[in-house]
C-alpha cells in the first residue's frame, strides 16, 4: 500500500474533510479533558470520538494509551438470562484511529496477543480490529520520556493515512488510495511526513537471550528496592500501550442471579490478587517480585513466546502515570547493568 500523495488542507478544509469521513468513519483521537486529571485543576487526554480539527489534541502525548479505543477499560461482553445470551452492540461504522507511530506499533502487540496466541482469536477483540484503519500522528516534538527510537518503534507502514498539524492547519498524506476521492478538490504539497529519527532519552534495551540468564537476574538484589518504592497500583500496565491482561466478571442483576451481564475489565499483574489462585496460592507475593515479573515479561517473555522483539513501544506512558515517580527507562539500564554483571561473572568463571 505504497501510494504517497501529500495535501495542505486549512483548519476549516479538515472539517470539511472529516464530515465527508464520518459518512462511512468513527473518528477516534486524544481529545483534552479539562480538569479530568489525577490532580486538582490538571487535564487528562483521552481518546474520544471527535467530528471536528479542534477536538484533537496533537500537542501533548495523551494520558492512555490508543488501545482504549479497541480495548476500553471495562467493556460488556454479552448479557445473558438462563438459557440465552445475547452479544454486546459491535461498532456500527469503521474506525479511523488517529496515532503516533509508536501508538500503531502497539496495535501490532496487541494483535499478537488477541488475535496470534495459540490456536484461538479474541472474537470481541477481532470484531472491532477488523473495522480499524490508521491515521498516524506525525511527530513534531518529542515528549519527556518518549523512547521509541530505542525500542525501534518509531516507524510505521500499517496507516492509511497520515497527518502533520500545523497552527490552523494540516498536512495530509494518503497512502490507501482508498482515500483518494476525499481529496480531489485539495490543495497538493511537497510536504513529507517525517518519523523521529532519535530521541532525547536514549534506553539500552536489555538483551536477555537464555532462560539462564533469565533465572539468575531473577535472583538478583536490583530488585529488591522495589519492595519500598512501587505500591502495586497497577497505573503503569493499565496506561501501558502494549499491555492487555484482562479479567471477567459476571455481573448480576438484582433479584435472579442468572440474569446479568459479563464484563471484561482491564487487569494487571501489578495488583493484589491477579495471581491468586483456587485453594490460595499466589505466585508472586512482594511488589518486587511483581514488578520484576512485569519488567521481565517485556524483556524477555514475551520475545520467547513470540520472537518479534520487546513488548515495549517506548511510548513512556508508564513512567509518567506512576505515582512513586518509578522510572521505567532506568530500571531498563539497571537490568541491562545486571547482565552485564552476570555476563562478566561468567567470563571470570570459565577462566
Ligand atoms: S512499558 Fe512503558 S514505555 Fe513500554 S509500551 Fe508500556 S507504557 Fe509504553
Ligand atoms: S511501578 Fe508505579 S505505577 Fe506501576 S504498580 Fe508500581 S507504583 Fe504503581
Redesign the pocket.
Known amino acids: 500500500m505504497k501510494h504517497e500523495k501529500t495535501y495542505l488542507l486549512s483548519a476549516d478544509e479538515c472539517n470539511q474533510l472529516f464530515a465527508k469521513l464520518e459518512e462511512r468513519y468513527d473518528l477516534y483521537a486524544p481529545v483534552r479533558i479539562p480538569a479530568g486529571g489525577r490532580y486538582a485543576q490538571t487535564d487528562s487526554i483521552l481518546y474520544r470520538q471527535i467530528h471536528k480539527y479542534e477536538d484533537i489534541e496533537y500537542r501533548e502525548r495523551s494520558t492512555y494509551a490508543m488501545k482504549e479505543v479497541l480495548t476500553p477499560i471495562t467493556q460488556t461482553l454479552f448479557y445473558f438470562t438462563e438459557d440465552e445470551y445475547q452479544e454486546s452492540k459491535p461498532p456500527e461504522k469503521d474506525i479511523l484511529l488517529f496515532g503516533r507511530a509508536c501508538d500503531i506499533n502497539a496495535i501490532k502487540i496487541q494483535d499478537q496477543i488477541y488475535l496470534k496466541n495459540g490456536s484461538d482469536e479474541d472474537y470481541f477483540y477481532k470484531r472491532i480490529r477488523k473495522r480499524v484503519k490508521f491515521v498516524l500522528m506525525e511527530c513534531t516534538q518529542q515528549f519527556e520520556g518518549c523512547f521509541c527510537c530505542s525500542v525501534g518503534a518509531n516507524t510505521t507502514d500499517m496507516h492509511s493515512l497520515a497527518i502533520s498539524f500545523r497552527k490552523d492547519c494540516a498536512y495530509l498524506e494518503i497512502r490507501d488510495p482508498e482515500f483518494e476521492p476525499y481529496f480531489k478538490d485539495s490543495k497538493s504539497s511537497d510536504y513529507e511526513i517525517q518519523f523521529p529519527k532519535e530521541n532525547e532519552l536514549k534506553v539500552k534495551y536489555p538483551v536477555i537471550d537464555s532462560i539462564d540468564l533469565a533465572n539468575r537476574l531473577k535472583e538478583h538484589p536490583m530488585w529488591n528496592e522495589f519492595d519500598d518504592?512501587?505500591?502495586?497500583?497497577?497505573?503503569?500496565?493499565v496506561a501501558c500501550s502494549t499491555c492487555t491482561c484482562f479479567e471477567t466478571t459476571d455481573i448480576v442483576y438484582t433479584q435472579n442471579a442468572h440474569v446479568g451481564e459479563r464484563r471484561r475489565t482491564c487487569s494487571s499483574c501489578?495488583v493484589d490478587g491477579f495471581d491468586s489462585m483456587a485453594g490460595g496460592h499466589c505466585f508472586r507475593q512482594t511488589?518486587s517480585e511483581k514488578?520484576r515479573y512485569k519488567i521481565m515479561h517485556k524483556v524477555y517473555g514475551y520475545n520467547a513466546r513470540f520472537h518479534t522483539g520487546p513488548m515495549c513501544v517506548g511510548c513512556g506512558r508508564?513512567s509518567a502515570?506512576?505515582?512513586?515517580l518509578?522510572s521505567y527507562p532506568a530500571t531498563l539500564n539497571k537490568l541491562s547493568k545486571a547482565i552485564e554483571e552476570i555476563k562478566q561473572e561468567e567470563g571470570k568463571t570459565d577462566d
Open positions: 518504592r512501587c505500591i502495586g497500583c497497577g497505573s503503569c500496565t501489578m511488589t514488578y508508564c502515570r506512576c505515582p512513586q518509578i
